[in-house]
Every structure is written in structure tokens, then in C-alpha cells.
């Protein structure tokens, strides 16, 4: 087998690095995932979309790759809303400090504002604000369904002529003269100069066979959903105190999650205080919810860099191996811009954006490290 | 639906989320010719029964169509609860802080 590029992982960052190669004509590609696509942590994730991050670089990202969730949403017909975010918070201080992310917020285009409970009532109705003292409002955040997006992407992909194996796992990029030349999968050899690791909790071991580290840590998150409802509220609604955050999904369950402490690259599984724990927070926000059904509970990696953005581009010793990983649990957004990113990158050699281009492996190696305040659940 | 409709009779195959043996069969000649996809698909399984009315007839369309036996496809893990349990349930044990 030969192909151009061999793209590995097939969750959103994967399916939509092909889609865009796909889309400015490079179709001699072949994706490979392991298991089935979405698997990682992509079919697992709480669906949110949004810009108010507190860097430059991910602000800026992140709202390009909002307009593109919205064009892509309509091209290829699937569920994506802007509902907003909520951030409550209960003490001053987080107040203060969301000021003044807001104001980096706003002078990037991003139109966030502190708004008082009377405002959280009507943007949440059924919401007990007691104990809020203000929120941070996120006009342009939203949702959108990971199954419906990642699918089409994938079906749209194969339209254009992209190769997708499932059930077919990476096992070595093969690499000769500091260049790439193949990939040994469980279902033979590719020969290729270019390979895109988009493997997500599996970047860091197919990295490492290309002989470059990534310092990522695999940490296990935990949400729930419960049975459907019509729609009960619009936004993602995040307490800051607590890390808990609650979204009514596309299909109308209500999915919930927060952070409890985990040790990285364990295997995952059931936390029992998992359950308990997330739905104290919100009987106290949505008191109705006491009364309704838990469906079902899992778990999935946040893949963990060590300034919580992703890694992304070329990497400098290996020429023709490409990273899109480590987005430290807010990746799933990211999948549009950095598909078109990545295939910039490819393509022309540069990515449009240049703080993409502060946001490859070399920064961590050089000791450039941007960190990210806003990171949830 | 409308589609559906015309047709007289649709057959249920999945009741929770109201999907029929049309759209199934429709998403396998899609391409969706594994349980998972074809679950995040159309959404069988995803109900409050997680798919213990359905996913044995969905299994043996999809062993059908494939011609393959029901015991070589890769069959879904069943997520916990098994059954739906109210969240009242849960505020009375275990978890971090208590008050109530
Ligand atoms: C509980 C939870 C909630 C989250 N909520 C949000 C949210 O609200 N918003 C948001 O933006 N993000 C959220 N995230 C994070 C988000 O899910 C991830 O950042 C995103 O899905 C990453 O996508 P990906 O395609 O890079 O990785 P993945 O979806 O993990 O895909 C990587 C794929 O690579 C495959 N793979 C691995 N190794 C190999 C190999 N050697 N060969 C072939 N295939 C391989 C895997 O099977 C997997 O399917 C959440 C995550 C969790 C766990
Ligand atoms: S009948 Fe399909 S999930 Fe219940």
C-alpha cells in the first residue's frame, strides 16, 4: 500500500484533518483507527463549543473554528447551536478575575460579559440561583452532536475518495534519515512521507515510535446523561466552584460532569463517587433534577499537555511527521480549525493563523509554554 | 417521518428512540455496517432500556446483511446503570460534601 498521507486517529481532530485535505484536493489519504470512529474521546465528550478561553492563541483559534462549526454544521446537516455558556460564580474573586478574562475575551472579538442572576434566570429558566453572585455569559459558545459530526465528516470524506480502515491499529511510523517513510499497521505496510498523529490518548506511545516525545498525560474524566427532555435550557452551564458542568445535549439528555481527582495513564474505569458527587452540585442549580433518571455513566481521557494547549504541527525532528494532540480536555471544538490548520501546514507549509504556529512541539522543548486558566470539569 | 408514512406500515425496530427497520437498513447501505456507527447513528440503544429490546434484532439484520454469523460482530459494552435509576437515588449516598 502507498498513499500520500496517513492520518492516525479517527475522532474529530482526524476526520476533519482529512476533510479539509479532502476539500483542497489532496484525497490520497488513508485514515486508520483503531477501534471505531469517535471511540477515543471524541464520542465521549460534552459537546461544548466556545471561545472565551484566556490566550491569545486559543481564543483566536477557537473563533475561527466557531464560524466553522456553523458552515460545516449546514454543509454537511448536523445538529450545532449557539445556546451560549454560563460560568457562575460564587465568590468576588472569581468575579474579578472573569472581568478581566472578559476583557481579553472582548478585545478579540469574543462578546462575554458579567451578568447578575435576574439575567442567569431568564438565559436558564428553572435555575436556582442561591448562592450565585454573577456569571460570565458566552453569547457565541454552544454544542453541537459529536456522533452527527464526526460521522458526516467521515461519510463526506469518503465521497471525495479518502481511505478510512477501522479495527486497524498504528503500531510503528517507520522512519529512515530523520524523514518518514511508512507506517506498519496491524493490516500491512503504508508507505508514506506523511504521517498526522491524531490519535488523542494513543499520540504519546505511536509518537514514541517515531523516536520524538510528547509530554502528554492521559487523565481520566467522568460524565453521565439522563433520560431526554424538550428543551429545558440553551446554555452549558459551568459552576466555576466546583468544576461541574451541565449541558442539555442535542438529543434532549441532560449530560453532566465534573472534576474528581484521577492519577494519570491509568485504565479507565467506574468511579463510584462519580455519580453522587456530580449530582449534588446540580440538584442544588436544576432542583427538578432529582426527580429524573440517570441513564448512563462512563469515562474518558483528557489528553494533558503541560500548558493545557494542544500540540500542533510539524514536529522539527522528524520532516513529514505532523501532531494534533494534547488539547487538555477542550478538543473536540478545536476539530475544524485544526483540521484546516493542519492541512495548511501540509499543503502550503504554514498555517494561516500565526499563533498556530506558537503552538507547536518546539515551544515545549524551548521552554515557551502558554498556559490556559479556563480549562473545565 | 413522511417518507415513513406513505409506506403504511413502518416497523419499529428500536421503540425507545423511535427508529424503524427502513432506517436501518438504509444506514448499513450508507456504509454503516457496524453496531457502534450504527448506534451514534440512528441512536438505537441509547434509550431507557440501552438497547436490550433492540440491538438483539439490530444484531441479527446487521448478521443478515453482512452475511457473517450474529457472534462475529463486535457487540457494544453495556454502560452503568443497567436500568435508569433516579437521581434521588444518588444524593443519599457517598460523594464529596453532605448537607441536605
Ligand atoms: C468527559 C469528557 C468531556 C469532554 N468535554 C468536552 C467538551 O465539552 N468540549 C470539547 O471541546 N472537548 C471535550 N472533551 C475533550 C474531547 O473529547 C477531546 O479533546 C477530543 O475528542 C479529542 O479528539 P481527538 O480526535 O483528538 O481524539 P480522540 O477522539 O480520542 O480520537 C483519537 C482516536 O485515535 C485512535 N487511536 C489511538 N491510537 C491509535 C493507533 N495507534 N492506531 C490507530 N488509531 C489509534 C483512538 O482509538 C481514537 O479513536 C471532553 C472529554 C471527556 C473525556
Ligand atoms: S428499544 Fe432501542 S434503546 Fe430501547
Known amino acids: ?377 | 417521518m413522511g417518507e415513513k408514512m406513505k409506506k403504511g406500515h413502518p416497523i419499529f425496530v428500536c421503540r425507545c428512540e423511535n427508529v424503524t427497520l427502513e432506517d436501518i437498513e438504509k444506514a448499513i447501505e450508507e456504509g454503516y455496517t457496524d453496531l457502534e456507527s450504527l448506534k451514534r447513528k440512528l441512536r438505537i440503544g441509547m434509550g431507557p432500556c440501552q438497547g436490550r429490546t433492540c440491538l438483539p434484532i439490530v444484531i441479527r439484520i446487521l448478521a443478515r446483511k453482512l452475511k457473517k454469523r450474529p457472534e462475529e460482530l463486535l457487540i457494544p459494552p453495556s454502560r452503568p446503570p443497567i436500568t435508569p435509576i433516579p437521581i434521588e437515588v444518588f444524593l443519599a449516598s457517598g460523594g464529596e460534601e453532605d448537607e441536605e
Open chain 1, 1 to 377: 500500500m502507498r498513499s500520500e498521507v496517513v492520518i492516525i486517529g479517527g475522532g474529530m481532530t482526524g476526520v476533519s484533518i482529512a476533510y479539509q485535505l479532502a476539500k483542497r484536493g489532496i484525497t490520497d489519504v488513508i485514515l486508520l483507527e483503531k477501534r471505531y470512529l469517535g471511540s477515543g474521546s471524541s464520542f465521549r465528550c460534552g459537546t461544548g463549543i466556545r471561545a472565551s478561553f484566556t490566550t491569545e492563541e486559543h481564543i483566536v483559534l477557537q473563533k475561527h473554528s466557531i464560524e466553522m462549526w456553523k458552515e460545516l454544521s449546514e454543509e454537511l446537516g448536523f445538529f450545532y447551536l449557539r445556546g451560549g455558556y454560563l460560568w457562575l460564580f460564587r465568590k468576588e474573586e472569581q468575579v474579578n478575575a472573569f472581568r478581566e478574562f472578559s476583557k481579553i475575551h472582548n478585545k478579540y472579538g469574543v462578546p462575554t460579559r458579567i451578568i447578575y442572576p435576574d439575567e442567569i434566570k431568564e438565559l436558564a429558566p428553572t435555575i436556582n440561583t442561591e448562592g450565585i453572585i454573577a456569571a460570565l455569559y458566552d453569547p457565541l459558545a454552544g454544542k453541537a452532536d459529536p456522533f452527527g459530526a464526526v460521522l458526516s465528516h467521515a461519510q463526506a470524506c469518503k465521497k471525495m475518495g479518502v481511505k478510512i480502515y477501522t479495527q486497524t491499529e498504528a503500531k510503528k511510523i517507520d522512519v529512515r534519515n530523520g524523514k518518514v517513510i511508512g507506517v506498519d499497521t496491524t493490516a500491512g505496510y503504508i508507505e508514506t512521507n506523511k504521517v498526522v498523529i491524531a490519535a488523542g490518548y494513543g499520540s504519546r506511545d505511536i509518537a514514541k515510535t517515531a523516536g520524538v516525545d510528547l509530554p502528554l498525560e492521559n487523565v481520566p474524566h467522568h460524565a453521565l446523561v439522563t433520560e431526554k427532555f424538550k428543551e429545558v435550557f440553551k446554555p452549558l452551564v459551568i459552576d466555576w466552584t466546583s468544576s461541574a458542568y451541565i449541558v442539555q445535549t442535542y438529543a434532549g439528555n441532560i449530560l453532566m460532569g465534573i472534576d474528581i481527582e484521577e492519577q494519570p495513564n491509568i485504565p479507565l474505569t467506574q468511579r463510584i463517587d462519580f455519580i453522587p458527587t456530580v449530582v449534588k452540585v446540580m440538584v442544588k442549580l436544576f432542583p427538578w433534577l432529582r426527580y429524573v433518571n440517570v441513564l448512563r455513566y462512563w469515562s474518558g481521557y483528557y489528553v494533558m499537555s503541560p500548558d493545557r494547549h494542544p500540540i500542533l504541527g510539524p514536529v522539527d525532528e522528524v520532516e513529514g511527521l505532523y501532531v494534533a494532540a494534547g488539547y487538555s480536555g477542550h478538543g473536540y471544538m478545536m476539530g475544524p480549525i485544526v483540521g484546516r490548520l493542519i492541512a495548511e501546514w501540509i499543503i502550503d507549509g504554514k498555517p494561516s493563523l500565526p499563533q498556530a504556529e506558537r503552538l507547536t512541539l518546539r515551544r515545549i522543548k524551548e521552554g515557551k509554554l502558554i498556559y490556559e486558566k479556563a480549562v473545565v470539569g
